[in-house]
Structures are given as structure tokens and as C-alpha cells.
Antibody
Framework: QLLLVESGGGVVQPGGSLRLSCAAS????????MQWVRQAPGKGLEWLAV????????YYADPVKGRFTISRDNSKNTLFLQLNSLRSDDTAVYYC?????????????WGQGTLVSVSS | EIVLTQSPPLLSVSPGERATLSCRAS??????LAWYQQKPGQAPRLLIY???TRATGIPARFSGSGSGTEYTLTISSLQSEDFAVYYC???????????FGPGTILEIK
């Protein structure tokens, strides 16, 4: 069974940091690109970042470039997202997702999401 | 930057009827388009990729079509579990660029 489980969300003050994790199981983790997508309350989906299967290539959406860092530990089948300099508009549910086919631009499966709330 | 527009924003359809959802891109995405379904409190689920290929396990009542800038998701006979929000996503410049449409809410009439 393909499974992604996020953790690490919570309430943080503006300017603060969080580290999200995504534990993967049911597939060969080190052969697939992985990404993070977020959804602000009541809003649509926003792609944030992608990392290649080996971890050597990372790309970011403009709103998070320079503040967020995507990484992975293939020995532990885990994906990470380091969130720094958080702002109120970063409040969202953060999903990790696997590329459907190795490096494809469409995503399956998705995790259940972890909520990040940025508030003073 | 490619911008996706979905119409209508809200679609009311009776169970058993057909639903047709549209997605328009600001420039051609060359069938590099996917559709997702999201139910309240759940993660999105991939339905269609490559504009018309059903993802693994997706029922045949879901079909996708289109080319260039105009795409359609059709649900042939609505079941109760199909009422949800539907998003299109383009990945024409992947990697790494991708964007999602604003979504269409499909509600029970």
C-alpha cells in the first residue's frame, strides 16, 4: 500500500521556523521525485517545491524560494521541508506527494497533510 | 507563467446525470494537464493525466479530453461519492514548473 504520512506542523510566530517530515512506505522511495504542495484555508492548491529521486536537484516556487528548503533522506524513506522566515500567508495545510512516474509533473499518492499556522 | 481558469466555479448536478467541467490555459499546455478530486478534509486524488489517461484505479465514468488551451473533465453518471472539488493542473514546463486551477465545486442538485 502506497502511504505518505506528514508530521511536524503546528503553530509558529511570524518569523519563526518549522521542519515538516513525510514518511513514505509501500514503494521504492529512492526512485521517485517528491514534492510539497500547500493549501491555504478555503483556498486552492499551490505547488511549492520538488526534489529529484537522488536529492541532487531541487526547485522552488517563487513565493517560497530562499525561505523553504526541500530535502530527503533515502536511507530513512523520508522527505523534509524546512520552513524559515514564516509569514501569516504561509498558513496552510502542507501536503507531500510523489511523482506518479519517477519524475512526472502529476502527483500520486498524497499524504493526509499537516497544518501550519503562523500567528502571533 | 501559465494561468489556468476553471469553469464554472460551482456546478449543481443531480445524481445519475452527466457533469462537464472545463479548464482553460492562458497558453497551450500540449495535453500536459491533470485533473484531481478533493473531498472535504481529504488530500487531492489524481484522476486524469496527459489530458485523457485515467490514473490507476479511477472508474471509467471519469474521462478527460482536450488539447491546446481547452480541456474538459466529464463524469458520465454522477455517483454520490463524486460530489467534491475538482482541480486541473498543468505541467507543460515540468520540471519544475506547475500550476493548479482555482477549482470547480461539484454539488448535488
Amino acid at each position: 500500500q502506497l502511504l505518505l504520512v506528514e508530521s511536524g506542523g503546528g503553530v509558529v510566530q511570524p518569523g519563526g521556523s518549522l521542519r515538516l517530515s513525510c514518511a513514505a512506505s509501500g514503494f521504492v522511495f529512492n526512485t521517485y521525485a517528491m514534492q510539497w504542495v500547500r493549501q491555504a484555508p478555503g483556498k486552492g492548491l499551490e505547488w511549492l517545491a520538488v526534489i529529484s529521486s537522488g536529492g541532487t536537484d531541487q526547485y522552488y516556487a517563487d513565493p517560497v524560494k530562499g525561505r523553504f528548503t526541500i530535502s530527503r533522506d533515502n536511507s530513512k524513506n523520508t522527505l523534509f521541508l524546512q520552513l524559515n522566515s514564516l509569514r501569516s500567508d504561509d498558513t496552510a495545510v502542507y501536503y507531500c506527494a510523489r511523482s506518479y512516474d519517477l519524475w512526472s509533473g502529476y502527483f500520486f499518492p498524497w499524504g493526509q497533510g499537516t497544518l501550519v499556522s503562523v500567528s502571533s | 507563467e501559465i494561468v489556468l481558469t476553471q469553469s464554472p466555479p460551482l456546478l449543481s448536478v443531480s445524481p445519475g446525470e452527466r457533469a462537464t467541467l472545463s479548464c482553460r490555459a492562458s497558453q497551450s499546455v500540449s495535453t500536459n494537464l491533470a485533473w484531481y478530486q478533493q473531498k472535504p478534509g481529504q488530500a487531492p486524488r489524481l484522476l486524469i493525466y496527459g489530458a485523457s489517461t485515467r490514473a490507476t484505479g479511477i472508474p471509467a465514468r471519469f474521462s478527460g479530453s482536450g488539447s491546446g488551451t481547452e480541456y474538459t473533465l466529464t463524469i458520465s453518471s454522477l455517483q454520490s461519492e463524486d460530489f467534491a472539488v475538482y482541480y486541473c493542473q498543468e505541467y507543460d514546463n515540468w520540471p519544475p514548473w506547475s500550476s493548479f486551477g482555482p477549482g470547480t465545486i461539484l454539488e448535488i442538485k
